[in-house]
């Protein structure tokens, strides 16, 4: 029957395109080994997505033109965020360098960096795109603590202070959940000497900021950073070398800024210094230098981070775009979130 045979050679194609499909599956996990993308990475044999050091994204590279996403008019009511905008101005600085400018800023500003009221590049080049900031400053690591003090001056200096409320620095590896970050700081004065970020505990008595997870300094604290730390060689390093989140840690507190708790209302943290998987699934080891540093008790698992988080860190470029995606568009459908204001200073 001619059906039949139709039918016996449609299956025969079927198990033949099965086949190719195999083959083609096969070759293509095969190629997919030798990734370039993949092999930039330090793959460690356990979690290769754990990620504990800056040379291990040093390679790592986003899309070649930024990402754009579309835009969600109709389902999203973001009144309150934009309200608290306005009120609560941001402006963010990313430390970065000549080399960084395509392979990672570009894509800090293609996806959180586009929410603060401001956001500026700090490098050693001028880019007028992105726009890059090239301050007095030599390239590389050696040179981050001179940075951090030419940025804050160069902010001062040209009076971004008038315009804006607090300052957020944070690295090209920084991923910001910028609405999240008001949420924490509506509550307190920009004229208070205060500053926010993940605590460490050594070094300095009342703690310092860790530079990966980003922190941020009110108006005031810049003020005075940059007017009576810099200057002081009593109160603040005035070589260029140095733990640049450290430093500025014990100039701030020099000058009575007091060291912030950024941890919400159940205690949770908020400024995380490893990426999301890193903290939801790393086994505890007391060995691993961050439980000697970090100054609050943190849980680790599914409470190691607050619902309100406000950045992770080691954050590669393409995972840039998968935080956006899985923050600001993948919903679950019929669940629709409620912003409760809420106040945020941490019961202790
Ligand atoms: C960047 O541009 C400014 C203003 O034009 C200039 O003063 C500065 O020297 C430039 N920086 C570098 C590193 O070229
Ligand atoms: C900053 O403001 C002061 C005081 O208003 C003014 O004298 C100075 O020229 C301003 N600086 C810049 C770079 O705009
Ligand atoms: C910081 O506070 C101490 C103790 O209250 C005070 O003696 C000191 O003058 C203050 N320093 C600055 C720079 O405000």
Request: proline fraction near 5%.
């Amino acid at each position: 029957m001619p059906l039949l045979s139709h039918e016996t050679s449609a299956s025969k194609q079927g198990i033949l395109l099965l086949l190719t499909g195999l083959v083609a599956g096969f070759l293509f996990s095969f190629l997919f080994s030798f990734d370039p993308i993949e092999a930039s990475y330090k793959i460690t044999p356990h979690h290769e997505a754990v990620i504990h050091e800056h040379e291990d994204l040093e390679l790592a590279s986003g899309p070649e033109k930024a990402l754009k996403f579309h835009e969600h008019h109709d389902e999203i009511d973001s009144t309150i965020a934009e309200e608290l905008a306005e009120k609560v101005k941001v402006l963010c600085w990313v430390m970065t360098g000549p080399k960084n400018h395509e392979k990672k800023a570009k894509h800090v500003k293609a996806t959180w960096g586009k929410r603060c009221n401001e956001i500026l590049f700090m490098s050693s080049e001028n880019d007028t795109n992105l726009p890059a900031v090239g301050l007095p400053v030599k390239d590389g690591r050696d040179n981050l603590w001179a940075k951090t003090k030419e940025a804050f001056k160069y902010l001062h200096n040209n009076n971004y202070t008038d315009k804006y409320d607090w300052f957020l620095k944070a690295d090209d590896d920084t991923y910001v959940i910028v609405e999240n970050l008001r949420l924490l700081l509506e509550p307190y004065s920009p004229n208070t000497p205060i500053y926010f970020g993940l605590k460490f505990k050594p070094y300095v008595k009342q703690g310092y900021m860790s530079g990966g997870a980003g922190y941020v300094l009110s108006k005031e604290s810049v003020r005075r950073f940059v007017l009576e730390a810099i200057p002081n060689k009593k109160l603040c390093k005035q070589s260029n070398s140095g733990a640049e989140d450290v430093e500025i840690g014990k100039c701030l507190a020099a000058v009575n800024v007091t060291a912030g708790d950024s941890r919400d209302t159940d205690g949770s943290f908020r400024f995380l210094s490893f990426n999301p998987e890193h903290h939801l699934t790393h086994k505890k080891s007391e060995k691993f230098w961050y439980w000697q540093y970090v100054y609050d008790e943190q849980p680790m698992g599914i409470n190691c981070c607050s619902d309100r988080a406000i950045s992770f860190h080691y954050i590669s470029p393409n995972q840039m775009y998968v935080m956006e995606y899985l923050i600001y568009h993948l919903r679950p459908y019929g669940i629709d979130q409620i912003s409760r204001s809420q106040n945020t200073i941490p019961k202790s």
